[in-house]
């Protein structure tokens, strides 16, 4: 692959739009942008855990997950473009699987943190619920894949049980909800 940015500005957005892979020009408020920023947004986060000392299958997981993650925002920056399929998820569901036979039972929700990994699994869960949300507003305007959805919701839930596993590897643990009276 030769050198792709051979040039880091442009200059072309400077008047507040942006450049699609097929070539043509949206606003950068778009909620095709907003989806496509969020997944960025996203795998930055993930990015932020992957810093921390991981269990070695949560880190290959994760670096996964990033690449996953950069096919997902290529599909949604090149209209007709499809790169997410069935296959992604299901791999989310293995994960999903694996990790969380080790874990207990939940008998009520947790709040967020649990240790700097585990915590800032959480806010990339967040930002995946918020990508997600983008991506569904994307959907009333315009023909998209239904397995970007599909896609993210079963990530946000993996996140999820990774926060929790992490929480048990870096020593911390997991506050349960105090029901308000």
Same mark, same amino acid.
Request: with cysteine; glycine share 10%.
């Given at each position: 692959?030769?050198?792709? %940015? ?35 947004? *996203? &795998? ?15 880190? *290959? $997981? ?6 996953? *993650? #950069?096919?997902? =925002?290529?599909? %949604?920056?090149? +209209? =007709?473009?499809?790169?997410? &399929? ?12 694996? #990790? &969380?036979?080790?874990? +207990? #039972?939940?008998?009520? #929700?947790?709040? +967020?943190? @649990?240790?700097? @990994? ?9 930002? $995946? /619920? ?18 970007? *959805?599909?896609? %993210? &919701? ?13 929480? /048990?590897?870096? @020593? @911390? ?9």
């Amino acid at each position: 692959m030769g050198n792709r %940015l051979s040039r880091i500005y442009t200059r072309t957005g400077d008047k507040g739009d942006t450049g699609l892979g097929d070539g043509t020009r949206i606003e950068k408020d778009s909620p095709r942008i907003e989806a496509i920023g969020t997944v960025d947004e *996203l &795998n930055c986060v993930i990015g932020m855990i992957l810093v921390e000392e991981l269990p070695e299958l949560v880190e *290959l $997981c994760l670096v996964e997950i990033q690449h996953d *993650l #950069f096919d997902l =925002g290529g599909e %949604l920056s090149t +209209p =007709g473009y499809k790169a997410i &399929n069935q296959e992604y998820t299901l791999g989310l569901e293995q994960s999903l699987d694996e #990790f &969380n036979a080790e874990l +207990p #039972f939940l008998k009520e #929700f947790i709040l +967020p943190g @649990g240790g700097p @990994g585990a915590a800032t699994c959480h806010l990339a869960r967040a930002v $995946c /619920r918020r990508a997600e949300r983008h991506v569904v507003s994307l959907a009333r305007q315009e023909e998209t894949n239904p397995d970007i *959805l599909t896609y %993210l &919701n079963r990530l946000s839930d993996l996140l999820f049980v990774i926060a929790r596993v992490l929480a /048990r590897a870096e @020593g @911390g643990s997991e506050v349960y909800w105090r029901r308000g009276e």
